[in-house]
């Protein structure tokens, strides 16, 4: 488990070996990532994100995180087309990444059950220079757990 979370934070962090491919566009431009936020199968956790690494329409590595610092990879099952809508269509703005970031926070303090709410994240340049995946990323993050440790917070 530990071999997988110190591999997944890495991909998660944009360093992955795996990824490197995805992400051959430019040195410094997003991989395209599929990410998708939803009600949690682990009764502790309110909610997970899976986030899949794309390579055309085809999903090179699948992950599943109750909280940001620890990924399993997982079997991907998202439909194909699904996937192909992403790899060949417009990416998710930013603009709807933060309005799904204000609606989430809403509904958790209301006591509701998170919905399901799917990204789409390509070309995005300046993906480490200008800390932009930062940008991307955490909104979707944001309400979780840091850590399997902190599941109250």
Known sequence: MLKQSVIALSV?????????????????MSPVLFLESGPSDNPEYR???FVKYLSGSSVRVAYKAYNRAEFAQVRNTTPQDVLSKCAAGAATSFSDI???ERAEA???R???APEIARFCIKNVSG????????KY???IFNGMPYAASLKGT
């Open 110 to 112: 209301n006591g509701q």
């Open 106 to 108: 809403r509904r958790k």
């Open 47 to 49: 909610r997970m994100v």
């Open 137 to 139: 990323l955490d909104p």
């Open 98 to 100: 933060r309005a799904f």
């Open 12 to 28: 998660f962090l944009g360093v992955s070996a795996m990824s490197t491919p995805a992400m051959a566009q430019s040195s410094d």
């Open 127 to 134: 993906w480490e220079s200008r800390g932009n995946r930062k």
